[in-house]
Structure formats: C-alpha cells, structure tokens
T-cell receptor, first 112, second 116 residues
Framework: GNSVTQMEGPVTLSEEAFLTINCTYT??????LFWYVQYPGEGLQLLLK?????DKGSNKGFEATYRKETTSFHLEKGSVQVSDSAVYFC???????????FGAGTRLFVKA | NAGVMQNPRHLVRRRGQEARLRCSPM?????VYWYRQLPEEGLKFMVY????????ESGMPKERFSAEFPKEGPSILRIQQVVRGDSAAYFC??????????????FGPGTRLLVL
C-alpha cells in the first residue's frame, strides 16, 4: 500500500540555518504530494503541494520538488526563523484516491 | 470564507462516557474526512463521508465509533464508552463537491479528547 517515510526528529537549528527535511514515498502511479505544518496546539496548515513529477511547490520560503525517479519530496528552506519551529508532516494522496497518508512528522526547533 | 470548524476544541470524558465531536466543513464543501492523531504520531485516516453517505470507513475501529454527515448540520464523530486509548486529537478535513481525486483537503483545528 501507499506509505510516507520522513526523517526522524527533532531537528534543532540556529536561526538563518539551511533546513532540509527528507521525505520519501511508496505509491503506484502519480500521487499528489503535500507538506503540512502544525504549530503547537493547533491544527494542520497546508504549506505546499505538488501534483505531478518535477513540479516544485513553494510557500513562505519553503520549497519541495516532486522527484519521481527517487520517489522523494524533500522540504527545504534557505534561512529558518524561530517562528518556523513546528512539526512538519509529509503526506500523499494516491492516484485516483482520497485518503491522505501522513508521515510520522518531524519536529523542528529553531534557536535564536 | 470561514475555514473548517470543529468543536469543542478540548473535550474531557471519563471512561465509559460518550464523546461527540462536531465538524462544519468549509462553505461549499460537501466532502468530509476524519483523521486521528495519537500522541507523537502522524494522522491516520478514519472515515470519508459525503452528505448522508459514508463512502469509506476502513480506518474506523469496528466497535464504539460511528460517524455521520446529515443533510443539514455538521458532521458528527461519536465515540461510545470511551477508554483511555481513545485520548487523541481528532481532525476533520473537507474538500469541494465534484472534487477531482487527489484534491487538497483543508483541515480544521482539531478536537483534543482526553479520557480520564
């Protein structure tokens, strides 16, 4: 079945550091891929998405590229801020499907 | 356009009581999904509903859990005779009618259920 694997956290960075959170997936066909962010005590917010191979999703300085050949959708940001501290979830919806399959989440701490 | 609304945001129940969680989808959305997030884990799909129909409930526990989405009013996730293991955050999401598959789902703020 479909699955998502993302790097374990927590990830601790200093402000202005470069961020990469790895995400790989297993799915048949061409799923849609998503990154969601969850701030403490809040619900999930869609951060970015990509629906076909080589698409790049971007938002608020975050980027992720849909790589079919490596089945990956790594999240990157060039310069993190303290306000980026949150849990980040990689997710997919399978081709022709509706269930969102989530990774376990990666907690990010950014120090001032 | 208001987002997905869930209430209550926090719910405390004693073992054996019933928990009733409500979800109002975004305006114009007629597809509702429920997910459960156990502590320190990702979200797991529970059930997918359209107005008056359960489309897929493959993620619902076989006993004590039920969901509905009536013609009028919010979607309800009901948990009867709660146990401590039901303590979790329950998230609702919605998407538009005639949604193309793989359409983005918009999530509510969640209801955090604590069973004492």
């Amino acid at each position: 079945g479909n699955s998502v694997t993302q790097m374990e956290g927590p990830v601790t960075l200093s402000e202005e550091a470069f961020l990469t959170i790895n995400c790989t997936y297993t799915a048949t066909g061409y799923p849609s891929l998503f990154w969601y962010v969850q701030y403490p005590g809040e619900g999930l917010q869609l951060l970015l998405k990509a629906t076909k191979a080589d698409d790049k999703g971007s938002n608020k300085g975050f980027e992720a590229t849909y790589r079919k050949e490596t089945t990956s959708f790594h999240l990157e940001k060039g310069s993190v801020q303290v306000s980026d501290s949150a849990v980040y979830f990689c997710a997919l919806v399978g081709a022709g499907g509706f269930k969102t399959i989530f990774g376990a989440g990666t907690r990010l701490f950014v120090k001032a | 356009n208001a987002g997905v609304m869930q209430n209550p945001r926090h719910l405390v129940r004693r073992r054996g009581q019933e928990a009733r969680l409500r979800c109002s989808p975004m305006k114009g959305h007629s597809h509702v999904y429920w997910y459960r997030q156990l502590p320190e884990e990702g979200l797991k799909f529970m059930v997918y509903l359209q107005k008056e129909n359960i489309i897929d409930e493959s993620g619902m526990p076989k006993e004590r859990f039920s969901a509905e989405f009536p013609k009028e009013g919010p979607s309800i996730l009901r948990i009867q005779q709660v146990v401590r293991g039901d303590s979790a955050a329950y998230f609702c999401a919605s998407s538009p009618p005639l949604a193309v598959y793989q359409e983005t789902q918009y999530f509510g703020p969640g209801t955090r259920l604590l069973v004492l």
